[in-house]
C-alpha cells in the first residue's frame, strides 16, 4: 500500500519506546510533525511529566502536528492509569494544504503508533484542555 508521507523506521522506534515506558505519575507526550519537502514524518519533541495546558502551549498555533500522549487519568475509584491517547492538533488556522497533507498521513500514523483513542484539536488551546481528555476517556 503506498502512502503520502512515510513513517521512518527511527519515529517508529521512539514510538514502541514511548508506548512501553513505565511512568507512574504525570503525563508524556510525543510531537511528531510531517516536513514538508521530504514528505516524511519525524519526531519534533518530547516531554515528561507536563499538564495538558504546558503541552497546548508547547504546540504551534498554526500548524497541524500529531501527539503521541500518555495521560494520568485518575478514575472515580481511585485507581490511576496512563492510556495512550492520539491527537491530531489540526487548528482551523493552519494552511489548506498542510491540514491535507496531515489528514491524508493521518490513518497511517494512528496504525503506526497502534492507538485507538483519537482527540481532534481544532480550535487552539481551548480544544486541548484536562475536561475534553476526561470527557473523552472516562465513562458518563
Do not use: C
Not at 30 to 44: A, R
Not at 54 to 77: I, W
Request: hydrophobic fraction near 40%; glycine fraction near 2%; aromatic fraction near 8%.
Amino acid at each position: 500500500m503506498s502512502h503520502t508521507v512515510d513513517i521512518p523506521d527511527a519515529l517508529k522506534d521512539s514510538l514502541r519506546k514511548f508506548r512501553f515506558a513505565r511512568r507512574n505519575q504525570g503525563s508524556a507526550a510525543l510531537i511528531v510533525k510531517i516536513n514538508k519537502q521530504k514528505l516524511v514524518m519525524e519526531e519534533e519533541d518530547q516531554f515528561d511529566n507536563i499538564s495538558i495546558e504546558d503541552l497546548a502551549e508547547e504546540l504551534p498555533e498554526n500548524t497541524p502536528r500529531f501527539v503521541v500522549l500518555s495521560y494520568e487519568l485518575k478514575h472515580q475509584d481511585g485507581r490511576t492509569s496512563f492510556p495512550l491517547v492520539l491527537i491530531n492538533w489540526a487548528p482551523s488556522s493552519s494552511e489548506i494544504t498542510l491540514m491535507t497533507l496531515y489528514a491524508s498521513a493521518f490513518i497511517n500514523f494512528q496504525n503506526a503508533a497502534d492507538i485507538s483513542k483519537v482527540i481532534e484539536a481544532r480550535d487552539g488551546v481551548e480544544s486541548l484542555t484536562q475536561d475534553v481528555i476526561n470527557a473523552k476517556l472516562l465513562p458518563s
